[in-house]
């Protein structure tokens, strides 16, 4: 980059040609500002041919879209959640009782529980858990309260196994199809 206001400074740097303009030039904030807005215009002309990139949440500019997804999960990403306001319970005014069908798949899973061969759902036996629905595959205590797993009520479904033969051989519970 070469200062346009004389011939005699270059540099590969921007830092170092608004020090230089600071510096040597005794040009304002402004002048400095302007300068790099100039800079990212030509920028994006060499990039992304001459638009500039405006963030959604603040409007600032950018010249590259990794520039731009750098500054969004830096200046806007979400806060996490204060883990001191974080209950491990359900709310009192639930009752407590677990839904009767299936619930939706967490958006979550392992590839473990995605691959499980069983598809039946459990739930933690203490009702005041905040884990609602567990896979049998894991690891047969809640991670929360330590209690047991249960079957999880749905009284049109039977537990349905999908064995492959290779694992006839496997210990557990037997296979039952409805009619």
């Not at 002048?31 to 215009?41: A, M, S, T």
């Not at 999880?152 to 033969?165: G, K």
Request: aromatic residues 6%; contains cysteine.
């Amino acid at each position: 980059m070469k200062c346009h206001l004389c011939d005699g400074y270059s540099t590969d740097n921007r830092s170092n040609l608004i020090r230089h303009l600071k510096d040597v030039h005794k040009c304002s904030a402004e002048d400095v500002f302007e300068l790099r807005e100039e800079i990212k215009k030509k920028k994006a002309e060499r990039a992304t041919g001459g638009d500039l990139l405006k963030c959604a949440e603040c409007g600032q500019t950018f010249a590259v879209k990794k520039s731009l997804s750098s500054h969004i999960s830096r200046k806007h990403r979400k806060k996490p959640e204060n883990p001191a306001e974080i209950s491990l319970f359900p709310d009192q005014s639930d009752s407590g009782s677990a839904p009767k069908a299936d619930p939706e798949l967490p958006e979550d899973m392992d590839d473990e529980e995605q691959d499980a061969r069983v598809t039946e759902w459990y739930r933690c036996s203490n009702p005041r858990c905040h884990l609602a629905v567990h896979f049998l595959c894991a690891s047969g205590h809640c991670v929360a309260c330590q209690s047991s797993f249960e079957p999880h009520p749905d009284e049109d479904s039977e537990p349905s196994f999908n064995l492959d033969s290779s694992d006839d051989d496997m210990p557990g519970p037997s296979t039952s199809t409805k009619p």
